[in-house]
């Protein structure tokens, strides 16, 4: 049976501490835990905040530096290494899951070959602790992002990916993402009304709230035979709202 899911993205803040004690009181299957640059380097203490914390953890969501380093030419070792440490992170937290960056959008020019090889390398280490990479499909100035990540799955069969609804609303591109579904391990639920920023902030638009259809794009993606993991990843004022969209979900994943 699919999991429904909640993002550590669904608070807005960086205090480990807190989300953890306001995601044991959502009625969530599961947790997806962002690893926020700022701990980056300190990933003992997301370790200790999130070992035990009493639900499954459907996924380790790396940190975004990576997307950065394998994107920089000669800087990939860095990714590696980052992406590495998040697998050991994600085994200790007993997820079989990690979700990566493999590019950085601001780039107009990227080294697919070496972004490919070096997460393979990873994509191996991973399968060591049983876990798997999957790969998200991201904005990018460099090319189409379903042909980016459909090129990138060719460097190892263990790869997954994930789908953001936010991401395939703006670029059109969700029954492209679906012609590769079997490679399809994780969901992430957001919406798009149009607009890139509020505020001058990053959009992060709560679903219901833009232009997505929800429940017809989630019965295309049942209908695929996807029973993998669906996460809501937008930030919610209360606890109350949160749940109410997970009720919601539950209509349309079950």
Same mark, same amino acid.
Request: aromatic share 12%; with cysteine; glycine share 8%.
């Given at each position: 049976?699919?999991?429904?899911?909640?993002?550590?993205?669904?608070?807005?803040?960086?205090?480990?501490?807190?989300?953890?004690?306001?995601?044991?009181?959502?009625?969530?299957?599961?947790?997806?835990?962002?690893?926020?640059?700022?701990?980056?380097?300190?990933?003992?203490?997301?370790?200790?905040?999130?070992?035990?914390?009493?639900?499954?953890?459907?996924?380790?969501?790396?940190?975004?530096?990576?997307?950065?380093?394998?994107?920089?030419?000669?800087?990939?070792?860095?990714?590696?290494?980052?992406?590495?440490?998040?697998?050991?992170?994600?085994?200790?937290?007993?997820?079989?899951?990690?979700?990566?960056?493999?590019?950085?959008?601001?780039?107009?020019?990227?080294?697919?070959?070496?972004?490919?090889?070096?997460?393979?390398?990873?994509?191996?280490?991973?399968?060591?602790?049983?876990?798997?990479?999957?790969?998200?499909?991201?904005?990018?100035?460099?090319?189409?992002?379903?042909?980016?990540?459909?090129?990138?799955?060719?460097?190892?069969?263990?790869?997954? !990916?994930? /789908?953001?609804?936010? &991401?395939?609303? %703006?670029?059109?591109?969700?029954?492209? *993402?679906?012609? =590769?579904?079997?490679?399809?391990?994780?969901?992430?639920?957001?919406?798009?009304?149009?607009?890139?920023?509020?505020?001058?902030?990053?959009?992060?638009?709560?679903?219901?709230?833009?232009?997505?259809?929800?429940?017809?794009?989630?019965?295309?993606?049942?209908?695929?035979?996807?029973?993998?993991? !669906?996460? /809501?990843?937008?930030? &919610?004022?209360? %606890?109350?709202?949160?749940?109410?969209? *997970?009720?919601? =979900?539950?209509?349309?994943?079950?």
């Amino acid at each position: 049976m699919a999991l429904l899911s909640v993002s550590t993205g669904c608070f807005r803040t960086h205090d480990y501490d807190a989300i953890a004690q306001w995601l044991t009181m959502t009625s969530a299957d599961a947790i997806e835990v962002i690893i926020y640059n700022d701990f980056a380097e300190r990933m003992e203490c997301v370790r200790e905040r999130f070992q035990g914390v009493g639900r499954r953890i459907s996924a380790v969501h790396s940190p975004k530096q990576i997307q950065t380093f394998l994107s920089t030419p000669g800087e990939e070792w860095r990714g590696e290494e980052l992406l590495r440490t998040t697998v050991e992170l994600a085994r200790d937290l007993g997820s079989s899951m990690v979700v990566v960056h493999p590019w950085d959008g601001r780039y107009a020019s990227l080294d697919l070959d070496a972004i490919g090889t070096t997460l393979a390398r990873c994509a191996e280490h991973a399968g060591e602790h049983g876990i798997t990479l999957s790969l998200e499909a991201l904005p990018s100035r460099h090319a189409r992002p379903s042909r980016i990540l459909e090129y990138l799955l060719s460097f190892s069969d263990t790869f997954t !990916y994930t /789908l953001d609804f936010e &991401y395939a609303k %703006i670029y059109g591109m969700f029954d492209e *993402l679906l012609a =590769f579904s079997p490679r399809l391990s994780n969901v992430h639920l957001r919406d798009f009304d149009g607009r890139w920023l509020i505020g001058g902030r990053r959009a992060y638009v709560r679903p219901f709230l833009g232009e997505v259809d929800f429940e017809a794009r989630i019965g295309e993606i049942r209908a695929t035979g996807y029973d993998g993991p !669906y996460v /809501l990843e937008a930030p &919610y004022p209360t %606890i109350g709202e949160l749940e109410n969209a *997970l009720a919601q =979900f539950r209509q349309f994943i079950r």
